[in-house]
């Protein structure tokens, strides 16, 4: 059995070395420095084996190098189970805490930044109206939030790179407050453009810093959970932010957005107490740019592009089309309200799914969904038939993100490229897709009809899964298995 998890470590290029790394992330999450003798015993969850490595760690002129110490010590070989299953639950308990940790503030970050971003759909054929900006001027003020998203995705993941994921989560999060209470406030179609451009902007930040901090502290076996648990908050958020945005339509956008904004820096002070590991060698970016050449990470970065592109032109033409069939704003955020929550329960399960089977299954039945929604939306002429496919659509739609982001760093990890830059990466993908989609949609539905951006929404997907069904299914150990140490 040794001899059995030593090849597998092996070929997998020392998979046990990256292990070591992550889990020297654990000991600082808990206070542990270099400077002190420490030995952590901790799991790594295999697909077919519990390992416990025993680090030690000792201090000298500089710290060791990840997996200069440490021994591979077998527990035993069962299936891919969780805790429940009788798994070795004390090797899993040094990290456990930390990560749940984790897990509850990347979740609260991602939950209150989707819910300042979804509050406008409602609010959308309000300001459409008393501003006459029609379909365009909806879809630019639609925009500007991916928008800034766009510009700020590089600048983030520099930041984390190297300064750090706390300290950019910080500036995203106190950021992010200010600008939703500017919104609030705001009275002219510039203002309105300006605050949710910064908005976008600080949520780079917000999004990259605490992405990458709950990813750097967990195991690779469990990624795929931990990214659909906090995705599926943040689908929390775009269920949230609708509702939001009603209330702001009654009770008043500015005391609203106000009240909700300055209460949202008590997030400041939880990640503020949070302890973080700090970046040892910071990478350059020279690194982001051999990843945006390599073939492996484009395909994967298409699949954070593609819903993007869908959602943002949803969300702009699904509220307007809405209106006119007779839904107040109350009712609009009712429809995106179920949409989202339909959409987050479906995130928790393919998350599981795409650590045990592979992300492809999952991504090809996000296509051949999302081919059949786009497809029907642009016909109903009843209200309630229109609100049904929207809540199909989110959930169609809403298939590819999980999966893709966990592809995503999985190919990252595997070419040691930072987390920082991995998630400034999914910024890089999302922001341009959704501000394409809203602007480009909104003008081209208002230049012709409805039905031609939906309509070409879904060739692309078509083309997509043609050439998607020939492609190979990326699993999770096979992408571990080309991992290095870091």
């Not at 406008?120 to 800034?148: E, I, M």
């Not at 605050?195 to 976008?200: E, H, I, P, S």
């Not at 209106?323 to 929550?341: E, K, M, N, Q, R």
């Not at 929404?457 to 571990?480: K, Q, Y």
Request: charged share 15%.
């Amino acid at each position: 059995m040794h001899r059995d998890v030593a090849d597998a470590f092996r070929a997998g290029g020392q998979r046990a070395g990256r292990a070591l790394h992550q889990y020297r992330n654990v000991a600082c999450l808990h206070g542990l420095h270099h400077s002190v003798q420490l030995k952590l015993r901790a799991a790594v969850q295999d697909d077919e084996y519990d390992v416990a490595l025993v680090v030690d760690v000792r201090g000298r002129a500089g710290a060791r190098r990840p997996g200069e110490d440490g021994r591979i010590q077998v527990v035993s070989r069962r299936p891919p189970l969780g805790p429940a299953a009788g798994g070795n639950l004390g090797c899993r308990s040094v990290d456990s805490f930390a990560v749940r940790r984790l897990l509850l503030l990347t979740s609260a970050v991602v939950f209150f930044d989707t819910l300042f971003f979804a509050a406008l759909t409602p609010l959308l054929p309000h300001y459409a109206h008393s501003l006459s900006l029609g379909k365009t001027g909806a879809g630019v003020l639609a925009a500007a939030y991916p928008a800034g998203a766009l510009v700020g995705a590089i600048p983030s993941g520099v930041v984390a790179a190297r300064a750090g994921v706390k300290p950019t989560a910080l500036v995203g999060l106190t950021t992010v407050a200010i600008c939703t209470v500017a919104f609030g406030f705001a009275d002219s179609a510039w203002q309105l453009d300006l605050a949710r451009f910064a908005q976008g902007l600080a949520s780079a930040f917000s999004w990259t810093g605490a992405l990458a901090w709950l990813v750097a502290g967990s195991p690779a076996g469990r990624r795929g959970r931990l990214i659909g648990s906090a995705f599926a908050t943040a689908v929390a958020g775009a269920l949230f932010g609708p509702v939001l945005g009603g209330v702001a339509s009654i009770a008043g956008v500015g005391w609203t957005f106000g009240t909700v904004g300055v209460a949202s820096l008590g997030l400041v002070a939880w990640a503020a107490a949070t302890p973080a590991a700090r970046p040892e060698s910071p990478q350059g970016l020279r690194m982001l740019g051999h990843a945006l050449r390599d073939r492996q990470m484009i395909g994967a970065f298409w699949f954070v592009v593609l819903p993007a592109l869908l959602f943002g032109t949803l969300s702009v033409l699904a509220p307007l089309r809405l209106s006119t069939l007779g839904f107040g704003a109350v009712a609009i955020g009712a429809v995106f309200l179920c949409s989202a929550a339909f959409e987050a329960a479906n995130n928790i399960w393919l998350g599981r799914i795409s650590d045990r089977h592979g992300t492809r299954k999952p991504l090809i039945g996000g296509l051949v969904g999302s081919i059949v929604v786009a497809s029907v939306l642009p016909w109903p002429d009843r209200r309630f038939v229109l609100a049904a496919l929207v809540v199909c659509g989110g959930i169609a739609f809403g298939t590819f993100f999980t999966p893709g982001m966990t592809l995503l760093t999985h190919l990252s990890e595997a070419r040691g490229l930072d987390y920082g830059y991995t998630f400034a990466l999914i910024n890089l993908a999302w922001a341009p897709g959704q501000a394409i989609g809203a602007a480009g949609g909104g003008g081209l539905a208002h230049a012709t009809t409805d039905a031609v951006p939906y309509i070409l929404l879904a060739g692309i997907c078509a083309l997509t899964l043609a050439h998607s069904w020939t492609g190979s299914t990326v699993r999770p150990r096979e992408e571990g298995a080309r991992c290095e140490p870091g």
